[in-house]
């Protein structure tokens, strides 16, 4: 495609159309924000039990990472449009098993399964974006897909807030099943923008398998939501009964639904045009490094459970680690040795070679690092200090800095036509830098000033500006045949330097809250011998938690200017059509 080629409608709706579906993915990594409570209660856990709720996030984000090689390898060899249509699909299942979950591990399943879908869909958009549009002209869209990306992080909790004005938790999931169905179809309308795509050829749609598959998810949300209204009933309630046992995966409803499922699988094997096209699959298995997959699936896996389990104001790491740390390193291990040695390896030999390709791998996990310590420590700095009594309050502070991210996102894909990219990215995360330095810098009422908002913007902005052209590099130098495992490995750079970048910035605030607090005289002492801990106290044990966060804020302004050094010398190298 030339640079002067006009971009079809067709191509731009389907675009949008990935772009929403992200959007609503990357919302519900953040919707159980208000949800949690509800949701830990229909588990059957008490409030005061978090830290058994965690893998209801963890497991979200398990599945979002995870597989996201293996996604982006398939999409480089089926194309596109069918890894986003599978994993809307996916999203959508996963969705309705949360929706219908009754206990704390079918949540879990169904954030698992719904984090497989929602991080499946970003490779093949961002892939997508590469096959649409001409190295010159990626940047605006590259940094529109960013942009509702991050937009998520604002809407999920707004979202969720408004769902539960109208009804309970599960309503959000139902919503959730029901948009990703609906935007499946809306993209199988628009097939056609992608003609290069090996999946999209005219063929009739499998009715019956179609039909049989969704009378099988009906007999599995019923048998899991067992509604009051049928369980009761005198002749309705017999197929609730299990057949022997005790377990809802007993009864008579149960069984039949295990016969749809074999209708299913059987409709399948003998269609000529099977719903899920199986005949593929030996292909696809022999292209594709299942072991090595497997091997990179895992030691990710065990990375996100060693870090993402933590609590980041009190540990730098789960009590879990020192398990799963050498999972890891082993499954990693093993994982470099079949790239060196399988013949068909997940990411093919010489995909990253050039040095602005690996180079964006680099530069995306320092940005990761330093943009945790914003998530995270922002809202901890406010709960701290001004919102003591309000942890809702406290978080809507981060709000000034995740609306300025989109827009930063937006803004760097328009000027990635103008400026080079290693010069944005650099400016862009020195702008971040000089924020963090601001921040180090707080004092106790320093929030209560509307002119820090200034330094939230600020920082946001940087973010915002570098996705695009970190995005468009990687891109303009990996072939056209990688670049859905090429944009997977990206956002796995950057999701694993936020995980160990958080780790990091714990364990040096934490130093520095133990060196603060030893230098704060005893409370009987401080509060002249007082019964009850007295103000004083109350003030330097606040003053060495900000000692603390100044520490971490400090440590993320390292890492962005670090990430602006590496965008400069990287990508120094860069193609001129990819950055004007």
Same mark, same amino acid.
């Given at each position: ?13 389907? $675009?949008?159309?990935? *772009? ?24 059957? $856990? ?7 709720? *965690? ?43 949360? +929706? ?14 719904? %984090? ?10 961002? *892939? ?11 940047? $605006? ?18 979202? %969720? ?47 019956? %398998? =179609? ?16 509604? *009051? ?64 997959? #497997? ?35 082993? /499954? ?36 990761? +690092? ?23 309050? /406290? ?97 796995? =750079?950057?999701?694993?330097?936020? #995980? ?62 670090? /990430? ?17």
């Amino acid at each position: 495609m030339t640079s002067r080629e006009a971009i079809s409608p067709a191509s731009k709706i389907l $675009l949008g159309l990935a *772009a929403v579906a992200i959007s609503f993915a990357a919302a519900d990594t953040y919707v159980v924000v208000l949800a949690l409570p509800d949701m830990m209660t229909s588990a059957g $856990l008490d409030l005061d039990e978090l830290q058994r709720a *965690a893998p209801i996030v963890s497991g979200f984000l398990l599945g979002y990472v995870g597989v996201l090689p293996l996604i982006g390898r398939i999409s480089d060899l089926r194309g596109r449009v069918p890894v986003l249509l599978g994993s809307l699909v996916v999203f959508a299942v996963g969705s309705l098993v949360t +929706a219908a979950a009754y206990n704390l591990e079918s949540v879990v399943l169904g954030r698992l399964i719904q %984090g497989i879908g929602g991080g499946g869909l970003i490779p093949p958009t961002l *892939a997508l974006v590469a096959d649409l549009w001409p190295p010159q002209r990626r940047g $605006l869209p590259l940094g529109i897909v960013g942009a509702v990306q991050e937009l998520g992080s604002v809407l999920g909790p707004l979202y %969720g807030a408004v769902v539960l004005a109208f009804g309970d938790w599960r309503l959000i999931f139902w919503l959730n099943c029901a948009i990703g169905l609906v935007l499946a179809a809306a993209m199988i309308a628009q097939r056609d923008a992608v003609p290069t795509d090996r999946m999209i050829r005219a063929h009739r749609f499998d009715i019956i %398998g =179609a039909g049989l598959a969704a009378l099988t998810l009906v007999g599995v949300t019923v048998v899991m939501l067992e509604p *009051a209204r049928l369980t009761e009933g005198v002749t309705s309630g017999l197929a609730f009964l299990p057949v022997t046992g005790e377990s809802r995966w007993l009864t008579p409803l149960a069984l039949a639904t295990y016969g749809l499922l074999a209708l299913f699988l059987l409709r399948q094997a003998t269609a000529r045009r099977p719903l899920v096209g199986w005949r593929q699959w030996p292909a696809l298995a022999h292209d594709t490094d299942i072991t090595g997959a #497997l091997l990179l699936t895992t030691g990710l896996g065990a990375v996100i459970l060693t870090f993402a389990s933590a609590e980041p104001e009190s540990a730098a790491i789960s009590d879990q680690a020192p398990w799963l740390i050498p999972v890891a390193l082993v /499954a990693f291990a093993g994982f470099a040795v079949r790239q060196r040695h399988a013949p068909r390896p997940l990411v093919p030999r010489g995909a990253l070679g050039a040095r602005p390709a690996w180079g964006a791998l680099v530069v995306s996990f320092f940005v990761g +690092a330093a943009l945790i310590a914003a998530l995270v420590d922002i809202p901890f700095f406010a709960r701290l200090t001004v919102h003591r009594d309000s942890q809702l309050d /406290a978080a809507l502070v981060l709000v000034r800095f995740l609306i300025a991210l989109p827009i930063g996102a937006v803004l760097g894909g328009w000027l990635l036509r103008k400026v080079p990219a290693s010069v944005l990215t650099a400016a862009a995360m020195l702008m971040s830098a000089a924020a963090f330095w601001h921040m180090s810098t707080w004092d106790a009422h320093s929030l209560d000033d509307q002119a820090e908002t200034l330094s939230l913007v600020l920082a946001g902005l940087g973010f915002g500006l570098a996705i695009a052209p970190v995005n468009a590099v990687l891109l303009a130098h990996t072939a056209d045949a990688v670049h859905g495992v090429a944009s997977a490995l990206l956002i796995v =750079a950057r999701m694993v330097g936020m #995980l160990l970048g958080i780790s990091a910035l714990t364990t040096i605030g934490l130093r520095a809250f133990y060196h603060a607090s030893d230098k704060i005289p005893p409370a009987a002492e401080l509060c002249n011998g007082e019964a009850t801990l007295c103000q004083a106290y109350k003030d330097a044990v606040r003053d060495a938690g900000i000692t603390q966060l100044h520490a971490v804020f400090i440590g993320a302004a390292v890492c962005a200017l670090t /990430a602006a050094v590496l965008a400069l010398v990287v990508f120094r190298d860069e193609d001129e059509t990819a950055t004007r």
